[in-house]
């Protein structure tokens, strides 16, 4: 058998104008929140990626930043607001979170239904 080089970034523009036609005929277009706590510099890099990613597709991402003394309460009340809201299809928590934050808690109060990442011990099994 013989080695066969794919082009990932062909493969990528591909999927991406595949779902951005599939996503052209829904009648509402998906929304994905993410939470984005503290200032880490790499985390934001890959919110503004994730942003740019749904907005090329058709997906509208609603980012929640927080500073990073946000209280946790204040994350899980957050959580629960956008697991009950119809509008909202997925949710994505951006890790890490500040240090006084159970993120194991955190993760575990996204719905199953709406978890992105899969990382609720539901969808990891």
Avoid: W
């Avoid at 066969?4 to 991406?16: F, Y």
């Avoid at 942003?51 to 629960?80: P, Q, W």
């Amino acid at each position: 058998m013989t080695a066969k080089i794919i082009n990932g970034t062909e493969i990528a523009k591909h999927i991406r104008h595949s779902l951005n036609e599939k996503i052209s005929l829904l009648k509402t277009p998906p929304v994905l929140a993410v939470i984005l706590a503290g200032s880490d510099p790499a985390s934001e890099i890959y919110v503004k990626n994730k942003e740019k990613a749904c907005h090329e597709v058709g997906i509208t991402a609603r980012t929640h930043k927080f500073s990073a003394n946000v209280s946790e309460k204040e994350l899980l009340d957050l959580l629960n607001d956008l697991n009950r809201a119809p509008d909202i299809n997925g949710i994505l928590v951006q890790l890490p979170l500040p240090a006084h934050i159970n993120s194991e808690k955190i993760l575990q109060a996204v719905s199953p239904a709406k978890d992105v990442d899969g990382f609720h011990p539901l969808n990891t099994g």
